[in-house]
């Protein structure tokens, strides 16, 4: 699927990575630069050129295969032969192990290392009535990104979530086979459904993409009416989609081939869901684990006793032990969010609240004031010994 136009085009610097970025790297930079130039939502005056030039560029090194055509076809480029060939329109000079000087045509350089698919336009000298078959050559479909908005706990248990897309799907006539309904594609007899031409001379065996399927390895002799024989339309589409359960606000949620279909034949693009999960108004959530703050009363700090917590399981019964102070945490284990598919999952922890009574009766200010006067205890001795011990470290005599 090589094409001869890519000796001139820099993929990388289209997309603003390096010739060494991974994959992934490749995927963000597509991602961030289609959503600023998407012609449906850009204001960029440019906006439909750069979003074709950065599809382009993404088409080819999204995947591994053409990626290294490309590379290959830009080392070529760079070689001393392949600049010559460029500045005499076509024709470079090598030289034989006998140092006589030898002219050859970079087309026919290239075509000896990829077939014939990548060749387009003339070179001088001499016609040449070949053609590109990339456009027909079987293609990954696009990727496609959307949002879901989910309430705290439907993401803590997972939940399946109906997707409303809109733009290429499956050609809804034909099913994406591209032949009229009630017809199929044939298996092309030119290449028995194999895609190249195998010519055997000798050692040698030389492989171009067959002509008469262009790469598809089926012809289809009545088109769709509806998709031109694309197999693709577009128009709205929905899905249904499980989102595992754990699925933290932000998360991008990748669901492989739910994204536009292939061209001829190709695979489907991804489907990207950013996850956007709102608030709960008692849990919040801490990696793994939950927290929620719990209110407990004046009686049941000083008592102890047993209080009910709700979790996301049902409300379980935890201790409070006499004399616990407010802002204690309390550990309620495996009451968290489950890691992955798995069973493993984190805690629950409670900070305890005590509360202040605000609206007191005549008999409980009585009972309190009693109390007050048999207290003996005084909860400020720390502060004032933590300020003694300041003073007395930086030499607090006032001189």
Known sequence: ????????????????????????????????????????????????????????????????????????????????????ARRTGGMGTGFSRRGQAVNFDIDDLLSSIMGDAHIGGTSTGRASTRTSTATNAPRKGGDVETNVNLNFEDALAGVTVTLRLSGSATCSACKGSGAQPGTSPETCPEC???????????????????????????????????????????????LKARLP????????????????????????????????????????????N???????????ANLGGNVAVPTPDGDVTVKISPGTASGKVL??????????????????????????????????????????????????ASLRRAVERNRTTQGGDGK
């Open 1 to 84: 699927m090589a094409q001869a136009d890519w000796v001139e085009k820099d993929f990388y610097k289209d997309l603003g990575v390096s010739a060494s970025a991974t994959e992934e790297d490749i995927r963000k930079a597509y991602r961030k630069l289609a959503r600023k130039y998407h012609p449906d939502t850009s204001t960029e005056s440019d906006a439909d050129e750069r979003f074709k030039t950065i599809s382009a560029a993404y088409d080819v090194l999204s995947n591994k295969d053409s990626r290294a055509e490309y590379d290959q076809i830009r080392r070529m480029a760079s070689s001393p032969f392949s600049a010559g």
């Open 192 to 238: 028995n459904g194999a895609s190249v031409i195998t010519d055997n001379q000798g050692m040698f065996g030389f492989s171009s993409t067959c002509r008469t399927c262009m790469g598809r390895g089926t012809i289809i002799k009545e088109p769709c009416t509806r998709c031109a024989g694309s197999g693709v339309e577009n128009r709205p589409r929905t």
């Open 245 to 288: 359960r754990g699925v933290k606000d932000g998360q991008v949620v990748r669901l492989k081939g739910k994204g536009e279909p292939g061209r001829n034949g190709g695979p489907a693009g991804d489907l990207f869901v950013n996850v956007h999960v709102s608030e709960h108004p008692v849990w919040s959530r801490d990696g793994n």
């Open 290 to 300: 939950l927290t929620m703050t719990l209110p407990i009363s004046f009686a049941e």
């Open 331 to 380: 550990r309620i284990r495996n009451r968290g969010v489950y890691n992955g598919s798995g069973d493993e999952r984190g805690d629950m922890l409670v900070t305890v609240q005590l509360t202040v009574p605000q609206n007191l009766s005549k008999t409980q200010k009585k009972l309190i004031e009693d109390f007050a006067q048999t207290d003996k205890s005084d909860p400020r």
